[in-house]
């Protein structure tokens, strides 16, 4: 079964600041790894899909890369409201068919 | 634009079924997958299956299959998503999800999110 394992668990940042999140796949399947934000109390929120492309309506400042095994969220310049949890996500079509997700990045000030 | 409203939450004892409604808005509900995700308190996100509004077809978790069971209803742009034999560990926020894909192909993520139900299952 594939497992997404993202690092840092916690980061810890300012405003302003660059954050760069990861997201390891393995074993590597496909490139559609999705990026999601979680704010306490809320539904998430689709950032990115198939690595790089942004979902409607998210800033510029969100950008994804990465192919076979490794991909990356980066916030370029960080904004009081991109304090929040972000998971990557992939579909597998190997045993068992399922949509994983990893444990989850807390971004914090 | 998008819109995904729930049913509200339920409090169940265990072995009992729940049957959770997520009714579609600004969008032609058959052209694009609903997925259902549930997230236990305090932990991450677990995908439980889809269904494809136009044909009714499904699939699920293989932790899922044989309790699981999706339908829709398009006259009223509403899917449901019934879970069977509740236990303890079942209680979580349900949350249905529609794809970012056409229904034409494989269905690839989650684009638009309900509010979530809480399902509780306790004696």
């Known amino acids: 079964e594939i497992v997404l394992t993202q690092s840092p668990a916690t980061l810890s940042l300012s405003p302003g600041e660059r954050a760069t999140l990861s997201c390891r796949v393995s074993?590597?399947?496909?490139?559609?790894v999705a990026w999601f934000q979680q704010k306490p109390g809320q539904a998430p929120r689709l950032l990115i899909y198939d690595a790089s492309s942004r979902a409607t309506g998210i800033p510029a400042r969100f950008s994804g890369v990465g192919s076979g095994a490794e991909f990356t969220l980066t916030i370029s310049s960080l904004e009081p409201e991109d304090f929040a949890v972000y998971y990557c996500?992939?579909?597998?079509?190997?045993?068992?068919?399922?949509?994983?997700f990893g444990q989850g990045t807390k971004l914090q000030i | 634009q998008v819109h995904l409203m729930q049913s509200g939450a339920e409090l169940k004892k265990p072995g009992a079924s729940v049957k959770v409604s997520c009714k579609a808005s600004?969008?032609?509900?058959?052209?694009?997958?609903i997925h259902w995700v549930r997230q236990a308190p305090g932990q991450g996100l677990e995908w439980v299956g889809w269904i494809n509004p136009r044909s009714g077809g499904t699939k699920f978790a293989q932790k899922f299959q044989g309790r699981v069971n999706m339908t829709r209803d398009t006259s009223i742009t509403t899917v449901y998503m019934e879970l069977r034999g509740l236990t303890s560990e079942d209680t979580a926020v349900y949350y249905c999800?529609?794809?970012?894909?056409?229904?034409?192909?494989?269905?690839?993520?989650?684009?638009?999110w309900g509010q979530g139900t809480l399902v509780a299952a306790s004696s």
């Open positions: 999800t529609r794809d970012v894909v056409n229904v034409v192909v494989e269905p690839a993520t989650f684009a638009h």
């Open positions: 600004g969008y032609i509900f058959s052209d694009y997958y």
């Open positions: 074993p590597s399947v496909n490139s559609y």
């Open positions: 996500q992939q579909r597998s079509n190997w045993p068992p068919y399922n949509y994983i």
